[in-house]
Nanobody, 125 residues
Framework: QVQLVESEGGLVQPGGSLRLSCAAS????????IGWFRQAPGKEREGVSC????????YYADSVKGRFTASRDNAKNTVYLQMNSLKPEDTAVYYC??????????????????WGQGTQVTVSS
């Protein structure tokens, strides 16, 4: 059974930081690109960051470049999203996803084989 389980999000003040994690099981994690997507109320789901199977290639949406960093630990079947300098417009439900795809194609097309259940991140004072 495929599972992608995101860590709990939370409420963060503007300018603050938060790290999300995604624990995967039930598929060959080392072969898959893992992505982070988000969906704000009334908006389409967008690809935030997608990291290739080896971790050698990472795509970032323009809106998060320089603030968010994705990483993965293939020994632990876990991917992380470090979010710094958070803004109110980063408020959304964040989803972890997996795909047999390049990092850019996964985030931009989007191309997803498996989804996590999502976790709420709220940036507000």
């Amino acid at each position: 059974q495929v599972q992608l389980v995101e860590s709990e999000g939370g409420l963060v003040q503007p300018g603050g930081s938060l790290r999300l994690s995604c624990a995967a099981s039930g598929f060959n994690f080392n072969y898959y690109t893992i992505g982070w997507f988000r969906q704000a109320p009334g908006k389409e789901r967008e690809g935030v960051s997608c990291i290739s199977s080896s971790g050698g290639s990472t795509y970032y949406a323009d809106s998060v470049k320089g603030r968010f960093t994705a990483s993965r630990d293939n020994a632990k079947n876990t991917v992380y999203l470090q979010m710094n300098s958070l803004k109110p417009e980063d408020t959304a439900v964040y989803y972890c996803a997996a795909a047999l795809s390049t990092s850019r194609a996964m985030c931009v097309t989007p191309r997803v084989d498996y989804w996590g259940q999502g976790t709420q991140v709220t940036v507000s004072s």
